[in-house]
């Protein structure tokens, strides 16, 4: 079983800096926390984010960066892609998880 629990902050709110904690908790090992920072760019059309596991050495960092653009005010257009470093999980950088969503609102 698996909970995670959250909060969401400006950082820096004029600059359109946010930023995030999370406390994950997993039945079979101890808790853990992860920081995530995100730069909104460009009237929010352009977002590049940046997260760190803390006390969890599975992954080591995730960057990534998203893509927003608006039809009409009732539909938008996103496209996000992240890279998380699993450290030694993984053989190599290429073998690491690189993950891609396309989205459309409406």
């Known amino acids: 079983v698996t909970y995670k629990m959250g909060v969401s902050f400006n950082i820096f709110e004029e600059y359109g800096t946010y930023g995030s904690l999370q406390l994950n908790s997993v039945s079979d090992?101890?808790?853990s926390f992860a920081f995530g920072v995100e730069q909104r760019l460009f009237d929010d059309m352009l977002?590049?984010?940046a997260g760190l596991p803390l006390e969890y050495d599975a992954y080591s960092y995730s960057?990534?960066?998203g893509v927003?653009?608006?039809f009409?005010?009732?539909m938008n257009f996103s496209?996000?892609?992240s890279f998380?470093?699993?450290d030694?999980?993984?053989e190599s950088v290429e073998k690491s998880p690189h993950r891609f969503t396309l989205g459309i609102s409406f």
């Open 29 to 31: 090992r101890d808790e």
């Open 47 to 49: 977002f590049l984010r």
């Open 63 to 65: 960057f990534g960066f």
């Open 68 to 70: 927003k653009y608006d």
């Open 72 to 74: 009409s005010p009732d």
């Open 79 to 81: 496209l996000d892609y």
């Open 84 to 86: 998380s470093d699993l």
């Open 88 to 90: 030694k999980l993984s």
